[in-house]
């Protein structure tokens, strides 16, 4: 390792990209990456994705780090070639400077080489998510070495994870972008948003994290998750986990329903262990809901609500949208933090328009 340690010193000092800098809200409740060509995100509590990755698991019955960890390869072979940022080149990951600042601004934890021999390895640090850094550093590896490579992981002893690359000879084509019909409804103007409390309490920690409120984040691309549910969607067919039928989808393909179910049901099961407190007194508390629960994550806003019922139903018309399962799920949760029963949501995307009705699960007498 003495060699690499020389050839670090004589590297130049990188520029960290800031989180605050680089992730930017907007006036429909999403959140950009503006070195990334403005790539929707996502920033979620660490602890609270990995919640939702074994509620997934549980509902759809499938073990699923595999299929993220490959969705996360594809995603950073993809976003490596956009924006302004530098691709990682040759053998030394020290060098990989702009990456390593990426690394850090997503809120990923850092990275470092072990090994370069026969078997290489890479020890992530302090990793947020161990699939999605796996697959993350093997894109960045077969990126600087220009060779597709074969690779595991495995906990390491502290706070890390191995990830091990054999090289192989493969020809696999490059990842293309998906299409997610909802992000065509924006409805209303998108500009920057011009209050900056949603990086209040914002502090940067060692070895490539940052928290806010104390809770660490990191940032997700809405590309990995479409990427993701790519990989699952053929394996759950089936809607058989205990409140399926709370969830409806309209506009949106079928072969599609049981997976939105499955992570709707997640994110609501999530949110609702979290204990967070919801106060409704009229349908309109709804966008300053949305703007707690939704804007301040990057997942979105609500431009309008309407009441549906006299028990607490009520439409929701958005502004903008990260993704149908994840938003339905958050304020499915908030509703029934609110009214203290189950619920239903019934999300809707016809003409661009998408909207959201949520309701008592069952029918409450008058």
């Not at 000092?13 to 990456?33: A, H, M, N, Q």
């Amino acid at each position: 390792m003495g060699l690499f340690d020389s050839l670090r010193k004589m590297l130049p000092r990188r520029i960290p990209i800031g989180p605050k800098s680089r992730w930017e809200f907007l006036s429909d409740g999403t959140c950009v990456d503006n070195q990334r060509e403005y790539e929707s995100a996502w920033r979620v509590g660490v602890a609270r994705f990995e919640s939702l990755l074994q509620g997934l698991e549980k509902r759809t019955e499938n073990s699923l780090g595999r299929r993220l960890a490959h969705a996360a390869l594809e995603h950073d072979e993809r976003i490596m070639r956009m924006g302004t940022l530098s691709k990682p080149s040759g053998r030394v990951p020290g060098a990989w400077s702009d990456y390593i600042s990426d690394w850090e601004s997503r809120g990923l934890g850092s990275f470092r080489l072990l090994d370069d021999e026969q078997d290489i390895r890479i020890l992530a640090e302090a990793p947020a998510s161990g699939q999605i850094c796996a697959g993350s550093l093997a894109a960045a590896w077969e990126c600087a070495t220009s060779r597709r490579h074969r690779f595991t992981w495995s906990d390491n002893s502290g706070d890390g994870l191995v990830v091990s690359l054999i090289e192989q000879h493969a020809d696999v084509p490059s990842p293309k972008a998906l299409k997610t019909p909802w992000k065509e409804s924006t409805t209303t103007e998108n500009t920057p948003h011009e209050d900056q409390d949603y990086w209040d309490n914002f502090r940067a920690e060692e070895r490539g994290t940052w928290s806010i409120m104390g809770e660490r984040k990191m940032m997700i691309h809405l590309d990995l998750i479409s990427r993701f549910e790519e990989y699952c969607i053929p394996y759950v067919r089936d809607n058989n986990f205990a409140r399926s039928e709370d969830y409806t989808w309209s506009g949106l393909e079928d072969k599609c329903s049981p997976w939105l179910g499955a992570l709707a049901d997640s994110v609501r099961e999530a949110f609702v262990s979290e204990g967070h407190h919801v106060l409704v007194r009229e349908h309109s508390d709804w966008i300053s809901i949305a703007r707690r629960h939704l804007s301040s994550h990057g997942l979105g806003g609500i431009l309008e609500s309407e009441q549906i019922d006299a028990h607490g139903g009520v439409r929701l018309t958005f502004s903008g949208l990260f993704h149908p399962a994840i938003v339905s799920g958050t304020l499915l949760g908030c509703w029934e933090r609110a009214y203290g029963r189950n619920g239903k949501a019934v999300f809707s995307l016809i003409e661009a328009k998408s909207t959201l009705e949520l309701s008592a699960a069952r029918a409450i007498a008058d």
